[in-house]
């Protein structure tokens, strides 16, 4: 694109993404200070098995995820069945629940003193532990199941998306030549899937390394675990930032293998789509099956901890309905709602520089920008702080130098830690929802607009912001999400005694009585609904 | 740019509506709030002062660390020993000389050089099931005996009750020994560390182990909440070693910030709490064993009888704290 874009909309772009990525270089240079034999003593002790559970921990909900998610999206992209239409949404609902919360609803069904185990024993008679073998909820393939519950719909998602546009012509062929569907199914559908798949799994891998709520309440010890206990427990900001550069190795290489998958995935598939005259009709036994499956997983993902949670929440509901959930659900809005428009800002600029620059390295500002999604709420938190409080008190030397009274602790005794943290970390989500938009926008609008007179800024609220209405919003929606959720870095970096929904309920969570927090964890999951369902309505219009 | 500049107006915003008012106090307290508010009322009504009493799990050592002399901290609340050395350690705390507190707390409840001071006692007990064990005459050191094999409940061994615990068993038996009871300990044990300690109480009520470790001021605790009153009521606490050296102690606290702003009524508040009236409501609304001599224990909690308690001088357990850290670590006691 040619056109006279001024520099300072470039060096804006890379001022943003300087401020951005100061996180992850201030956290390497931590990492890079000697430190007191902490680090050393935990290599020697408990480190190994850290690292093998977070691995393992991986591996075990990308596949449970695979999993739970392929037979979802394949019979919804490509079968007919009662109820198909609902369910296409209808499975979307997990992505709203917070892990642990699904976690401790089926800890409290299975422990020892749950329902499930008190009918098992009345049953057989027995007395006690000893009398049976019951496997335990907490532990690491409890926790992998249970993140696999919530996790799933981003795979679902994506795999159905490319089922659905798998090229038709192909798969007639294979059906005309004798495949059976399940061949088919085999031989083709899924291996063309297979760089979506890769997508899925890799951002399922990532939000599994950022947990924390679920292993903790678990007590399966991590290396996201580990982050925290270092830094508050052993007190060694240095250990733990060598731990999470550990962490950061580990995502970084899933990061590489994802966009490997994703660079052949500009390969094939340029024909016709699947029409809905396409889809195998199921009947009987089959369409039964097919509506059990989505039905079961909807059930025990969604359905079910909702439920317990709005019995929770109606048996405490006088306790629970006081300042303090008011208070909460307010700063939860308030900073939710300041960072979705924040990410929104920036991200617009970043990409219009993209899209506008004829300088090719112009790109860089918004790729460096997205790397903030790979780091998980712990090892974030320790690369705002450093940067934050070196600042505050520079400020304060500053006053300090004129005589004057220093204004305190401006940055870190204030959500403006928060809100930065939360800033970088989701600012990936706005800017890969303006990158799908402009897609869209044809450049030869941008032409004509510049044949016409118009400046770079107007080319940007004239022309583009009213053609991206639709992505912003989209992209804001999701940040606003996942700022409601976000649980460590809030934990780590709020103010002290300020509290938000994720930080009340995972206050509950840890006392083991959420029954006292159900009515905030029920605005969690229901904020989190509304986003998915626009979401899912303007991908159904987008196919 | 104006983005930038807005963003970082509305954080300036923020922190200007949160501004320290003068006449008041800031607490960072590792007790929850609501143990603390009713006494620190008390103190507002006494005195004017306004107390901000802000709650932390954990990490609150570390935050005065990096607040530095920019910390609005005036007085720590921890709600163990540990806690308190940890402050010391990180030299986050100022000496206090003040008459009335020195005598109001007796000698070995209080640091040589006046940096700290316990506020309350309490117990590391051994409680057991009434119904399948009974009243226990039991020593820490039985909890590594094979007849306890998959019967006991604990939280997390880091926890820094237990690794108080674990310190006194270094201070007393050496490290060596400590490391062979640990491991002897953890094979004993019915189920992976997690929970609080009334969370294992529970797990002895519903028949998953037999006997749990817990603080004594639980017990009393469990008995006024209506949910858990049977859980209390399934167990009897036992007072450990009762025949040698006497049941680990730990203790509660308060430290001076090292950088408090408001130092004078920062003082007064800790004077307070050393306090009759003060002692008399931790006694009474929290179920501790008040340091203070002449005040005695709540009605309830003397009813669980006279109990002999180790002499162990408490900060001869700072010394072993890291050692216990790390051997807890060794034996990976919560894996």
Request: contains cysteine; glycine residues 6%; charged residues 15%.
């Amino acid at each position: 694109m040619i056109l006279g874009l001024t520099r300072s909309w470039s060096l804006t772009g890379y001022m943003i993404a300087a401020v951005i990525v100061l996180p992850l270089i201030a956290l390497l240079v931590q990492a890079s200070f000697p430190d007191e034999a902490v680090f050393s003593h935990l290599f020697n002790t408990v480190l190994p098995t850290y690292i093998s559970n977070s691995l393992l921990l991986i591996v075990l909900v990308g596949l449970g995820s695979l999993i739970i998610a392929v037979p979802a999206a394949w019979f919804i992209a490509r079968c007919e069945f009662p109820g198909r239409r609902y369910f296409q949404w209808l499975l979307l609902l997990p992505l709203a629940m917070p892990a642990y919360i699904v976690a401790y609803v089926y800890t409290d069904m299975l422990d020892y003193a749950g329902p499930v185990q008190i009918a098992l024993r009345q049953w057989f008679e027995w007395s006690s532990p000893h009398d049976y073998y019951f496997p335990s909820v907490r532990s690491l393939g409890g926790a992998a199941i249970m993140l696999s519950l919530v996790l799933f719909p981003y795979i679902y998602l994506l795999a159905r998306t490319a089922f659905m546009e798998q090229s038709a012509s192909l798969l007639h062929a294979s059906r005309i030549m004798g495949c059976t569907p399940w061949r088919s199914f085999w031989r083709l559908a899924l291996p063309m899937a297979r760089p979506a798949l890769a997508v899925g799994v890799a951002l399922v891998a990532m939000e599994t390394a950022a947990d924390y709520a679920t292993v903790s309440y678990f007590a399966v010890p991590t290396l996201t675990t580990a982050v925290y206990d270092t830094w508050l427990g052993y007190g060694s900001l240095t250990a733990a930032a060598k731990l999470s550069a550990i962490m950061l190795l580990v995502i970084f290489a899933m990061v590489g293998v994802e966009r490997f998958a994703r660079r052949k995935q500009q390969l094939f598939q340029k024909q016709s789509s699947l029409s809905a005259a396409d889809r195998y009709s199921l009947k009987g036994i089959h369409a039964f099956g097919a509506f059990g499956y989505c039905a079961s997983l909807l059930f025990a993902a969604f359905v079910l901890p909702f439920v317990v949670l709005l019995t929770y929440a109606v048996d405490y509901f006088d306790e629970s309905w006081n300042e303090q959930f008011w208070q909460y659900s307010w700063n939860s809005l308030y900073i939710a709602v300041l960072v979705s428009v924040i990410c929104l800002l920036l991200s617009l600029i970043l990409m219009f520089v993209r899209r506008v620059s004829p300088r090719p390295s112009d790109n860089l500002p918004s790729r460096l920008s997205s790397t903030g999604y790979a780091l998980p709420g712990t090892v974030l938190a320790i690369g705002v702080l450093v940067p934050l409080t070196y600042l505050d008190f520079a400020i304060n030397d500053i006053y300090d130098w004129f005589g004057a009274r220093g204004p305190g602790l401006l940055f870190t005794g204030s959500i403006f830690a928060i809100v930065f943290a939360f800033v970088v970390r989701f600012l990936a989500i706005s800017i890969g929802s303006i990158e799908n938009s402009y897609k869209r926008i044809s450049p030869s609008l941008d032409m004509a607009s510049i044949t016409m007179g118009q400046q770079p800024r107007q080319l940007l609220t004239r022309v583009h912001l009213p053609l991206l209405r639709k992505g912003l919003l989209a992209g804001a929606l999701l940040v606003f999400i996942e700022s409601m959720k976000e649980l460590p870095a809030a934990l780590l970096l709020r103010p002290i005694g300020f509290e938000n929904l994720a930080t009340y309920v995972f206050q509950f969570v840890s006392d083991e009585m959420l029954e006292h927090g159900a009515l905030a964890a029920i605005v969690i999951v229901i904020v989190g609904l509304i986003p998915l369902i626009y979401l899912n309505r303007s991908l159904e219009h987008a196919s | 740019m104006t983005l930038v500049k807005s963003a970082l107006a509305l954080g300036l915003l923020t922190v200007a509506s949160s501004a320290v008012a003068k006449d008041s106090l800031t607490v960072y307290s590792y007790r929850q709030a609501f143990l603390v508010e009713p006494i620190l009322e008390q103190f507002t009504q006494e005195t004017g002062v306004k107390v901000n009493v802000v709650f932390a799990k954990d990490g609150i050592a570390e935050r005065i660390a990096r607040e530095g002399r920019l910390s609005p901290a005036d007085v720590v609340l921890t709600s163990d020993f540990s806690r308190l050395m940890e402050l010391v350690e990180k030299d986050l705390v100022s000496p206090v000389n003040n008459e009335a507190i020195n005598q109001n707390i007796p000698a070995q409840y209080r640091s040589p050089d006046n940096d700290w001071y316990a506020l309350t006692m309490r117990v590391r007990n051994v409680y057991s099931s009434k119904d399948r064990v009974g009243k226990l005459d039991i020593n820490y050191e039985d909890l590594a005996n094979p007849e306890y094999k998959g019967k006991i409940c604990t939280r997390s061994g880091k926890h820094p009750y237990n690794v108080a615990l674990v310190a006194s068993m270094i201070a007393h038996h050496g490290e060596a020994d400590t490391k062979t009871w640990l491991q002897g300990f953890k094979a004993n044990l019915a189920r992976k560390p997690q929970g609080n300690d009334r969370a294992q109480v529970k797990a002895v009520t519903e028949g998953l182990c037999d006997i749990a470790i817990g603080n004594s001021y639980y017990y009393g605790k469990m008995l006024m909440d209506e949910k858990q009153k049977s859980w209390a009521e399934s167990v009897y606490i036992n007072f450990p070693n009762q025949d040698n050296r006497g049941a680990h102690i730990n203790v509660s606290g308060m430290a001076l910030a090292k950088h408090s702003p408001n130092k004078d009524n920062a003082v007064k508040l800790m004077a307070f709490l050393t306090s009759n009236v003060a002692q008399q409501a931790y006694a009474e609304v929290n179920m501790e064993y008040p340091v203070k001599a002449d005040v005695k224990p709540s009605e309830l909690v003397a009813s669980w009888g006279e109990f002999k308690a180790d002499t162990l001088p408490i900060y001869k357990l700072a010394e072993n704290h890291q050692a216990a850290v790390k051997l807890l670590d060794e034996v990976e006691f919560d894996l």
